[in-house]
């Protein structure tokens, strides 16, 4: 796979001028600070998991019919066996997230990881034990732990350990612990609280003396009605006593024998409501909160809650999850909160067909035909060409097989520390074809303008899409697939009046050139030009679709004076909604 050799120096720079200690000891809480043996300030940096222990069905395509990791495992049983069902998830498990995918972590510039776990890797649920009220230990997940706090270490790079589906399940909103509403919840069942407290035990001591080992995020994301407030996930409770309480018990565990390690504490309503919430300072003296970030304005008053809490109890604050929108949310949030003295981790990591998730998997066409059969739109196979497909699905989760998604990480890692300047996406040589969606990387205004850039439907009760397309990038700019005969699969559509998009090219002769835009048209006329090293060269008109127009056509412009050497190219949109391909240009 390419990729762009500025990125990669940038990000070189970045981690020489971010180097830590070789052995840094514990992280632990200092006031109101993250720091390390030192007592040097950390801010942690972090990559969330999601979709390796635990899966969602939005990550896999099958959220409409099956959201719960339990519900996905019925659905592939269902089509290709028991033993097709286990034979994919022991290749996804192993597939998912490798020693290469750390490394690669580090190399762009993350600091941490947090992993979200599901106890089933770890022990029996209640109802499987043979013996009730005892535990079996089961060694796939604390093996799965152990080789990532190795890859982890070797990178020097810090491991939360977040338990993201508790025994029973810790909220309403079921994808996110794979709850069974047919079970005990973690909260209508003493066992599960008791599995639960006996499984973090188990990690303490098993990690007590593991420096790399960041913290330990208890219970991620309750959301639970403990008091029949009329909200089902717990947003209008006022007391919240049994979370507490629980909290207190599991800190009380792991105290026993582990002293090193940050607790972290998330309030109820996905992380949100802290209500009631005691001095748990006279628990514990390392203690940070944790809270999540998702879809709300990206200023003072949408963490001000947070910062006054830490204000309050004088402990540290971490964003332990954030993520699901557009770069130019991802830089703003990342900004504010770096500039609040707080960390964050990045959700998820891995997704299947996603230009939001760091890295992401392509949609093999044998796991497209599964879904079309699970949506009632496609023929059932037989057991074994079900399995044979999905192990093609789990073998494209391997990193080498993977897209990474360069725009996103430039977004949280170089522009969020000041620099939003256009920088090349890919290397554009002229003579040569450019592609329309291989804008340069930047903000939105420096590398491309666009009048949606993100969703703030959290602040705003208003969904509002950016990439319309959904596809290749997460910038603002609307991109989905293109059917011209000449493509790299992409093409910019849904244009508006002021948009424009910036190419870096190098030129090898100065020389006046011959510019041929690939277009298709709307329904409206339209027009566009071209900007080169700030000279405006005449406006292109586009006449509207008819019926006699094929679908895609060749508009040309000449003239066009190139220095040799670096040049810059905007594309400026003057009117009308249409379709870009690419742009050709050759010598006169």
Not at 36 to 50: E, F, H, I
Not at 133 to 149: A, Y
Not at 319 to 345: D, P, Q
């Amino acid at each position: 796979m390419k990729k762009n050799l500025t990125f990669i120096l940038l990000i070189t720079i970045f981690l020489f001028t971010n180097c830590k200690n070789e052995k840094p000891g514990f992280l632990h809480a200092e006031g109101q600070n993250i720091v390390d043996a030192q007592g040097k300030n950390v801010v942690l940096r972090g990559v969330g998991l999601g979709g390796w222990m635990l899966q969602e069905g939005y990550m896999l395509q099958t959220a409409g019919f099956a959201g719960t990791q339990y519900k996905i495992k019925e659905h592939i049983a269902h089509v290709a066996g028991t033993e097709g069902m286990e034979a994919f998830y022991e290749a996804w498990l192993a597939n998912y997230c490798t020693k290469a995918d750390v490394d690669s972590m580090a190399a762009w510039g993350f600091n941490s990881i947090r992993l979200p776990m599901h106890y089933n890797l770890f022990t029996l649920a209640i109802e499987n034990e043979p013996v009730e009220g005892e535990d079996t230990w089961l060694n796939q997940g604390f093996e799965m732990v152990d080789n990532l706090l190795e890859w982890c270490g070797d990178n020097q790079m810090y491991l939360i350990l977040d338990l993201h589906a508790a025994p029973g399940g810790q909220g309403k909103n079921a994808d996110i612990s794979d709850y069974n509403p047919d079970k005990p919840s973690l909260w209508e069942s003493p066992e599960n609280q008791r599995k639960t407290i006996a499984l973090w035990r188990n990690l303490a001591e098993r990690y007590a003396n593991e420096p790399w080992i960041g913290g330990f995020d208890l219970i991620n994301e309750p959301n639970w009605d403990f008091e029949n407030s009329d909200n089902e996930n717990g947003c209008n409770c006022n007391q919240n006593e049994q979370l507490w309480s629980l909290f207190h018990n599991i800190t009380k565990a792991i105290r026993q024998i582990n002293q090193n390690h940050i607790i972290f504490l998330g309030g109820n309503c996905w992380g949100n409501n802290y209500k009631g919430i005691p001095n748990f300072t006279q628990w514990d003296n390392n203690i940070a909160i944790s809270f999540h970030k998702y879809w709300n304005f990206n200023n003072q008053e949408s963490i001000q809650w947070v910062v006054d809490m830490r204000e309050e109890y004088k402990v540290p604050i971490w964003l332990g999850e954030s993520g699901e929108n557009s770069n130019t949310w991802f830089s703003n949030a990342i900004r504010l909160i770096e500039s609040n003295n707080i960390g964050w981790a990045w959700w998820p990591y891995k997704k299947i067909e996603s230009s939001s998730s760091q890295v992401t998997a392509s949609k093999t066409q044998g796991y497209q035909n599964l879904l079309n059969f699970w949506k009632e739109k496609g023929v059932r196979p037989n057991p074994e060409q079900a399995k044979t497909w999905l192990l093609e699905q789990a073998e494209m989760l391997k990193l080498e097989n993977c897209k990474i998604n360069y725009d996103l990480l430039d977004a949280m890692l170089r522009q969020p520390q000041g620099d939003k300047s256009a920088i090349p996406f890919k290397n554009h040589h002229i003579p040569g074809t450019i592609f329309a969606v291989d804008y340069d990387l930047g903000a939105n205004n420096f590398a491309y303008f666009d009048t949606d850039t993100a969703n703030y439907r959290t602040s705003t009760n208003k969904n509002t899409s950016w990439n319309r397309g959904g596809k290749y990038r997460n910038d603002g700019v609307d991109i989905s697939i293109c059917n011209d005969k000449k493509t790299n699969g992409y093409c910019v559509t849904s244009t508006h009046q002021g948009e424009w998009l910036l190419y870096t090219v190098d030129v090898e002769t100065a020389d006046k050139y011959h510019f041929e835009t690939r277009y298709a048209a709307g329904l409206t006329p339209a027009s566009f030009h071209f900007e080169v090293n700030n000279e405006v060269y005449p406006k292109i008109n586009i006449l509207p679709k008819t019926a006699e127009l094929d679908e895609w056509n060749t508009i040309s412009s000449s003239n066009i004076e190139l220095k040799k050497g670096k040049n810059q190219i905007i594309l400026r949109i003057d009117e009308g909604d249409f379709s870009i391909n690419f742009f050709n240009v050759t010598s006169k």
